[in-house]
């Protein structure tokens, strides 16, 4: 071992030293006891249905479908959550700290993280209680391998100091995740569904699991080694490349209408917490009402209740807080050569973009659970030029709120002007099921969507109009700004 490695393991042990907190380590040991709580209570409720119930395919062939299952939503959890440095300070520079010790330290670092075994850790507590140990294991080093390349493209990522160096990684990711399910898919498809008897295990039957995880494990560790690679040999610092300053110093900083939208949005724990709430809380409603279509019939209403409010919900709730967050340092941003009413139209189209995001999440009902892909289409449009655009005026009375408070009843940032604009809500909600109460499906599908449309197409108008009345008033909302 190195100097600089020793020297970043010193560190690293003084570090973790002075962040341990005996409260947060109870807390999460109580949230995990809980979980394994409440999984071997239904465990135990329903084990005399589970030892009688015989599943049409062999259940140890799922192990390297569960490992892949996680992968997209270990990578969204990474992405709000997760945290790690990519980059060392000007301190470690000064130090003999070599580039390829760094990168090694990256990789314990990110091996050894919490959200790195969260993951694993559940997915092979699960299939230990449904599986033989030995696959409940091995499902817990498959699912290891796939987080850990997440963690490290993610690594990767966060370094890359422009587009030129993301593109590869955007590819690259793709095709492994092509890999990755086509081996989990096809491995599962001949082992799991072609064996003449599910129950019995095999001897053939071990050998093609222990086959094709091995496929797997080693498509992972490929991978996990090419992104360390590429992590180590990219450099992102000035002195390192001989890049003069003009030409690298606009990447170091650069800053955009788009990127201010995205960092917030990651940073601010209060807006990242309410929209990943609300997301899940509503994404988690569609599927379970498109199981049962209880509160549908109920409705006497052609569509999924749900379907609107998961799509646009999330979009709402951040744009109720228009320049909300930019009231923080208004001071600086209207020195940028931007304009008000480019501000506006870029948090618009960033708010599209996450009712996108979030229909992306539903598209699994729409190929697997019968959700109609006309409903899905239409609520997309309608949620985009109808649902959210016109909360976009909440900019002429936003207060300036704080962004790294809790989320939790926390009414700091909101004021009497935008409790009574809300109400706003309901007409479009009423407009949109008003619709699919009293026409036929296709017909309401049609007009959700014609009227999705035609407000996308104005939001140019109304934005400009909104902005023009906000530049009017612009020295007493920035005055007020100041004051609060």
Known sequence: MTDGLKELFRLWRVQKKRDFSWR?????????????????????????????LKFPFAIVAMAPLLAVSVVP?????????????????????????????????????TAVSFLQWMFPVTMAFVAALLMPWWTALLTLVLTFSCTMVNALLQNAWRRAPGNQWTLPLVFAYLFWLF?????????????????????????????????????????????????????????????????????SARKLGEVSLWS??????????????????????????????????????DLAIHVNPMLMFAIGMPSLILAQWVLGVEANFFSGIWTKPWSVEGILRRKYLFYC????????????????????FLAW????????????????????????????????????????????????????????FALYILLPPLWAHLSVSALGLMGFALHRWYIGMIAQRWFNKRYEIMERWQNE
């Open 24 to 52: 947060t380590f109870f807390v999460g040991l109580f949230l995990f006891l809980y979980f394994v709580l409440i999984v071997g209570i239904i465990y135990a409720g329903f084990r005399d249905q589970l030892s009688t």
């Open 73 to 109: 939503a270990d990578l969204m959890v990474k992405i709000f959550w997760r945290r790690s440095p990519v980059e060392m300070d000007d301190y470690l520079r000064t130090r003999p700290v070599l580039q390829r010790d760094w990168s090694r330290f990256i990789l314990f670092d």
């Open 179 to 247: 890999l990755a399910f086509a081996v989990a898919v096809v491995g599962f498809t001949i082992l799991g569904l072609q064996v003449d008897d599910p129950e019995t295990l095999s001897r053939p039957l071990v050998l093609g699991v222990l086959l094709m995880s091995a496929v797997l494990l080693v498509i992972n560790l490929c991978a996990g080694a090419a992104l360390q690679w590429y992590f180590g040999y990219m450099r992102n610092h000035n002195e390192e490349m001989h890049a003069p300053v003009h030409a």
């Open 260 to 297: 201010i939208e995205w960092v917030q949005l990651l940073r601010s724990k209060r807006l990242r917490v309410s929209a990943i709430t609300i997301a899940v809380v509503f994404v988690l409603n569609v599927y379970l009402q498109q199981m049962t279509s209880q509160m549908e019939a």
């Open 353 to 372: 973009g996450l009712c996108g995001l979030m229909a992306l999440l539903i598209l699994p009902a729409v190929a697997f659970m019968g959700l109609s």
């Open 377 to 432: 289409l239409a609520a997309l449009l309608f949620s985009c030029g109808i649902f959210v655009l016109p909360f976009m005026a909440t900019c002429l009375f936003s207060s300036r709120m704080d962004l790294f408070a809790s989320a939790f009843f926390n009414y700091q940032g909101a004021n009497k002007q935008i409790n009574v604009f809300s109400f706003i809500l309901f007409i479009p909600m009423g407009i949109y």
